[in-house]
């Protein structure tokens, strides 16, 4: 039987002609995978290292507009949110010196401050830029931008870049004012805003309305005009309208970067803000219908006025109010001529400001306190007599010029303990001092070389004055405020150390003497003496709290500000107080008495926006008005008041509850400093020549009605707080 053998010799053979393919296969396949491994592993590490970086830069941005609103101060701002983003990054060490140019001026007119701060820390490869813009009106910007060259793990070893660079930006804004409006109107109802009859209406800011506009051509917007659906805000006129406060809108074609606004329709609702009202309680006394009669003038003291109180006209019908909040439970009413009540300091015969600049040697036209029929305004004279004893005044030359300015003084409390660092808290106080007066001129060549005095008289106190500072000029009356030093301080006549004692000087000579302070004369009978000229210069700039021998005087007052009627009428209009300032070296004094001066600015601070995160404006005053207690503020009726940063600046609180229709026409004496709000009330507003209201208003409703002129001058300096800071990038 013939066996058949399976064939299996040249099986190996060709088997061992396709073995190794596999493998390489394999190892090529293991390359792809493994380059796909490192790009999966180096993108992932780089989208770790950019979410990180970017995590940073929103903490850093977020964090620096914080600081500067807390601070107002780059200085402490930049550096503090640089920490937090080496903290987020965890770069550890002392943060670098940056380089920090100088501030740079960029807008299209070269207008608004930029700093750049550029660090860098090479052994993490890590560089931070940091932009700081202030955009004054639409505030304070700050762009982080951060780069990180990321080492590669596997890229390179495919002949791909060793690193890459990581980049992340953010920037934050804070106090933005360009949705904080000058009218905001609560009601969702039609015609919550409303513009009829004659009435012409200048709105600085813009005009929002939660429910439907009704307007009419009579109103004229430096702003926008927003509206629900139906709004007519298309009717009004637009006018330019500058980023810088308390610049009076104006007809285009707009200048530089000056804008012009629009008709928004319709426009999503502005919640109600839900400010308070923390130090009612604090003021709990009940004054009744109490004033205190400091002779040409009343005084007023904070607290509870039982019934309505009606401020009525009369002779020297004058009354200023001390600082804190006065709590009207019957409501507030306004309306004689003859009457005027404010809590602006003004210095006896105000210098006077005409249309080429300050004339140091007149008095102002008219004085503050000369306002609606009063004459309540300070006044004073100086005269030259002789001294014995060795205690005469010398002069260089035969002439004995002498040039003599005098400022009022006093001392306010704020009484709320939860105000943070309030330097007003009794026992202590802030001190308080108003422009200067006019320059008085007196020569002592006829009272001989070295036994001359001077003898200033007060025949009638300026309103609210405690003290008066003089301020001497050996060169006399030059014109030339650098040449004027501090002297001495004199108790106002009737007061001492500040408390009233009476009696009140009203048109006959009350010698000021018994001075403190600074190179006093002993001689009880002569006010100035034992001194020479060349111990009055050089004169220095002080901090506001402080005299001391050779201060400069405060800043001159400015020209009445025009608004709804320009040019306004001559010798009709007060004089406007000097524009807000730091407080101290190297800048200038500004207004340290009333509206514009906050206590204390932050060292160095930044003087383009100097009371930022201040917490006090001494002086300041609030009206408290519960519910059912209404105001009404008539034309004939003066009232003149500023509220402060303690208040949030709002200078007329009424509770939701309060749902009175309200009633503010007013003159051209009259103007309220701050913001109204009155969530649950309805504002009927007119007025003529000054707008009565310098800040801005939110309420229930609003209506402008009948002739006249009226105005709402929206200045972010007299508003409350704008929203924090945010990421816009």
Not at 76 to 81: D, L
Not at 193 to 220: F, I, P
Not at 516 to 538: D, I, K, M, R, W
């Amino acid at each position: 039987m013939r066996f058949t053998v399976p064939n299996t010799v040249d099986r190996p053979r060709r088997a061992s002609l396709q073995q190794g393919q596999a493998i390489v296969l394999i190892a090529l396949l293991i390359l792809v995978l493994f380059g796909m491994l490192g790009l999966a592993i180096d993108s992932g590490r780089g989208y770790v290292d950019r979410r990180d970086q970017q995590a940073a830069v929103d903490a850093a941005a977020l964090s620096a507009g914080d600081w500067y609103e807390n601070f107002a101060d780059l200085t402490v701002a930049i550096p503090r949110s640089v920490q937090l983003y080496e903290n987020d990054l965890r770069l550890y060490g002392a943060t670098p010196s940056p380089s920090h140019p100088a501030t740079q001026y960029v807008g299209p007119n070269g207008n608004l401050p930029q700093d750049t701060y550029t660090y860098t820390w090479p052994s993490s490869g890590y560089t931070l830029v940091v932009v700081a813009t202030n955009t004054q009106f639409n505030g304070y910007q700050f762009t982080f931008t951060t780069t990180h060259n990321l080492a590669l793990a596997f890229i390179q070893i495919f002949g791909g870049s060793p690193s890459i660079s990581i980049g992340a930006t953010a920037t934050a804004i804070v106090n933005n004012q360009r949705q904080t409006p000058a009218l905001l109107t609560l009601s969702t109802d039609k015609c919550s805003s409303e513009l009829t009859g004659s009435a012409s209406l200048t709105v600085l800011g813009d005009v929002y309305s939660n429910g439907q506009a009704c307007l009419d051509s009579n109103l004229t917007i430096g702003g926008n005009c927003y509206g629900a659906a139906g709004s007519n805000c298309d009717v009004a006129q637009y006018w330019c309208y500058s980023s810088a406060p308390g610049v009076s809108p104006y007809q285009p074609p707009c200048k530089g970067t000056d804008l012009i606004g629009g008709p928004i329709v319709p426009a999503p609702t502005l919640p109600d803000p839900g400010y308070t009202a923390n130090s009612v309680g604090s003021y709990t006394t009940n004054q009744g219908y109490s004033q205190w009669n400091r002779g040409t003038w009343t005084e007023m003291y904070p607290g509870i006025y039982s019934g309505n109180f009606h401020l009525t006209g009369g002779a020297a019908s004058c009354a200023f109010l001390d600082a804190g909040v006065y709590y009207w439970s019957g409501g507030y009413t306004a309306d004689a001529t003859g009457s005027f009540l404010s809590n602006e300091l003004k210095a006896p015969d105000e210098g006077y400001i005409d249309a080429n600049g300050p004339n140091y040697n007149a008095v102002a036209s008219p004085q503050f306190w000369n306002q609606n029929g009063t004459t309540c305004s300070g006044e004073f004279n100086v005269s030259a007599t002789t001294v014995t004893g060795g205690y005469g005044i010398h002069h260089n030359g035969s002439s004995g010029k002498w040039g003599i300015e005098l400022t009022s003084v006093r001392y306010d409390t704020f009484l709320d303990p939860s105000v943070s660092n309030d330097p007003c808290l009794w026992p202590s106080s802030c001190r308080r001092e108003s422009a200067p007066s006019e320059c008085q001129e007196v020569s002592t060549a006829s009272e001989g070389g070295n036994n001359a005095a001077l003898i200033i008289n007060i025949t009638r106190n300026a309103p609210g004055a405690q003290y008066y500072n003089a301020y001497v000029n050996s060169n006399g009356c030059d014109g030339n405020q650098l040449n004027f030093g501090f002297v001495t301080q004199f108790n106002a006549p009737g007061w001492s150390s500040g408390s009233p004692i009476g009696p009140w000087p009203s048109g006959s000579n009350v010698l000021l003497s018994n001075g403190s302070l600074g190179l006093n004369c002993p001689v009880a009978t002569v006010s100035l003496c034992n001194f020479s000229y060349n111990q009055l210069s050089p004169t220095k700039v002080c901090y506001a709290q402080n005299r001391t021998p050779l201060c400069r005087p405060p800043d001159w007052e400015l020209a009445p500000q025009c608004f709804a009627n320009c040019p306004p009428p001559a010798n009709l209009l007060s004089q406007e107080n000097a524009p807000m300032s730091l407080q101290y070296p190297f800048y200038t004094g500004g207004d340290v008495a009333n509206e514009n001066y906050c206590q204390y600015s932050p060292m160095p601070g930044d003087p383009t926006s100097p009371c930022q995160g201040a917490q006090m404006t001494p002086g300041a005053v609030q009206f408290y008005l519960p519910a059912g207690a209404c105001f009404s503020q008539n034309a004939q009726g003066a009232t003149y008041v500023f509220a402060g940063e303690q208040f949030n600046w709002i200078v007329i609180y009424s509770p939701a509850a309060n749902t009175c229709n309200e009633t503010l026409n007013g003159g051209a004496s009259t103007q309220y400093i701050g913001t109204i709000y009155t969530p649950g009330a309805n504002w009927t507003i007119s007025g003529s020549d000054r707008s009565p209201l310098a800040g801005q208003v939110i309420c229930f409703s609003a209506k402008i009605a009948g002739g006249g002129q009226a105005g709402i001058d929206f200045n972010p300096n007299y508003s409350p707080a704008p929203p924090a800071a945010r990421l816009i990038n």
